[in-house]
């Protein structure tokens, strides 16, 4: 019999596998057999432009379907096998990456570089851009007399101040040359092209995934989102025994406000002796107060089990909050998990857990008590997954 803890991480996981590219392409093939016929036409050359924290698995599971003739992959570092991060180039594909959540010098450099690919492109081409979450920050020209530096002051602000990613990627549009679809203007008009995009973005806005550098236009689909992902947990809790219930897949709330969501939610599954499975969706906002090392989930994690702690019960419970990109902020795990002891363990370790908090310091709290959820690196993109799992009532 597996722990409520074993639960947790496997329906997080299927959660992941529910948004992966191979999944998605293999589900948009079959509902789009128009499309699916136009990238398979062999009369024009494809050039396949894979951007985002998902763009090498996506660039793969692409080419398992069509033909590509030529490609390019810019994703964010250490999300390419560490063969082809080295070797950069084989026979079809070139291999970059560059920095997130903030730009750098390789931001520009490879946005360069692919544009100048890009624009010999004409009427006998055909152009495939393959978009995930990540992209605004990685593919990067700025405005004129704008330098690398003050672009990364302005975007790190945009970041820490607890904005909307819908909000941040609208003020970064007018810092940039290939933003908000600006990138189709430096196209030849005659060629054709295709925008295939896992969301990551609430609503799936175009406008506000990886800053739409190629929306507004015909030829633009998303083939997956957080809703999937969602739909794939509360089909697998039923499975495990847990009676399920959705709170919301598009929130947006801050962390402390979601935090405050999970308590009510905890209290009401205690009114039921039977396992209770909570599930949220979105992308939380969370303003940065201090100097510490956090990202949102690991601190709504480290806020619920501050809460939850202040309702003992001997009814076991399990919180746990992640990005499925797997990296959580500028941290290399996905986010938290947390349970009835985990307020102890840390303050049997030392930490004071409120101090941290204002701090904005959950990771190496976190850390300590073994209280992170570490991926890896997804392939896949799709917004944050909050599950809150409340053992049965011992009769």
């Known amino acids: ?88 180039k084989d026979k079809i594909w070139t291999y970059r990456e560059a920095s997130h959540p903030l730009p750098d010098e390789n931001s520009i450099r490879y946005a360069l570089e692919v544009l100048d690919q890009l624009k010999q492109l004409g009427k006998k081409d055909r152009l495939v851009i393959l978009l995930s979450g990540g992209g605004s920050s990685l593919f990067e020209v700025p405005i004129d007399g704008l330098s690398l530096q003050e672009l990364i002051n302005i975007q790190n602000q945009l970041l820490k101040s607890g904005k909307s990613i819908q909000e941040i990627n609208s003020e970064r549009k007018k810092y940039s040359k290939v933003k908000g679809g600006k990138l189709l203007k430096e196209l030849n008009q005659d060629l054709e092209v295709y925008t295939l995009v896992i969301s990551d973005v609430i609503g799936d806005d175009p406008n506000s995934i990886a800053s739409g550098p190629t929306y507004p236009s015909q030829n633009y689909f998303i083939i997956g989102n957080l809703t999937r992902s969602i739909h794939r947990i509360l089909e697998e809790g039923k499975k495990l025994g847990y009676q399920t219930k959705l709170i919301n897949d598009t929130w947006s709330g801050s962390s402390e406000e979601t935090s405050y969501l999970f308590e009510v939610e905890f209290n009401l599954a205690l009114d039921s002796p039977k396992s209770q499975m909570i599930v949220l969706g979105g992308e939380m906002v969370c303003p940065v107060l201090g100097d510490g090392i956090g990202g949102r989930n690991q601190e709504t994690a480290l806020r619920v089990s501050l809460l939850l702690d202040e309702h003992p019960t001997e009814r076991e419970w399990t919180f746990l909050s992640g990005g499925t990109d797997g990296t959580d902020g500028p941290t290399d795990v996905a ?43 997804t392939g896949t993109n799709v917004n944050d997954i909050l599950i809150l799992l409340v053992g049965s009532a011992k009769s």
């Open 335 to 377: 986010g938290g998990i947390v349970g009835n002891d985990s307020i102890h363990k840390m303050e049997k370790k030392g930490w004071n857990p409120k101090k941290e908090l204002h701090n904005s310091n959950s990771y190496p709290i976190l850390k300590d008590i073994d209280a992170l959820v570490s991926t890896g690196p």
């Open 1 to 88: 019999m597996k722990s409520i803890r074993e639960d947790i991480l496997y329906l997080f996981q299927e959660g992941i596998k529910a948004a992966s590219p191979k999944e998605l392409f293999q589900e948009f093939s079959k509902e789009n057999m128009d499309v699916v016929e136009k990238l398979s036409d062999h009369s024009k050359n494809q050039f396949v432009f894979s951007l985002g924290k998902a763009a090498y698995s996506m660039a793969e599971s692409f080419s398992d379907l069509f033909s590509v003739n030529k490609g390019y992959v810019l994703t964010k570092y250490n999300h390419l096998p560490l063969e082809l991060s080295e070797k950069g």
